[in-house]
Nanobody, 118 residues
Framework: VQLQASGGGLVQAGGSLRLSCAAS?????MGWFRQAPGKEREFVAT????????MYADPVKGRFTISRDNAKNTVYLQMNGLKPEDTAVYYC???????????????WGQGTQVTVSS
């Protein structure tokens, strides 16, 4: 499975961005992780194949929304109320397990940079 993420960029604090990730395959759990400079890669959000179940990391709950369009094999991450601490490279992931654990995901995209200025 190949994953192609897009939508990153530079935004001011309080602003919004929407990330997209197109997958070459289907029927996978899909999600997002992020890695800030000098920090471990961390879970952000995930959504199951049918889109009926989602999970979020505590720092993004209430601000980020994950969704998917299975007709397009694409997952989205709508990010509102962005904070400088959201600055990171965001990675799209796909796998068979609905999980917050990094090593449960078999496929990783190339990453897209999100920078939030204060």
């Amino acid at each position: 499975v190949q994953l192609q993420a897009s939508g990153g960029g530079l935004v001011q604090a309080g602003g919004s961005l929407r990330l997209s990730c197109a997958a070459s395959g289907s029927s996978y759990v899909m999600g997002w992780f992020r890695q800030a400079p000098g920090k471990e890669r961390e879970f952000v959000a995930t959504i199951n194949w049918r889109g009926g179940a989602t999970m979020y990391a505590d720092p993004v709950k209430g601000r980020f929304t994950i969704s998917r369009d299975n007709a397009k094999n694409t997952v989205y991450l709508q990010m509102n109320g962005l904070k400088p601490e959201d600055t990171a490279v965001y990675y799209c992931v796909a796998g068979r397990s609905f999980s917050m654990v990094r090593n449960r995901y078999d496929y990783w995209g190339q990453g897209t940079q999100v920078t939030v200025s204060s």
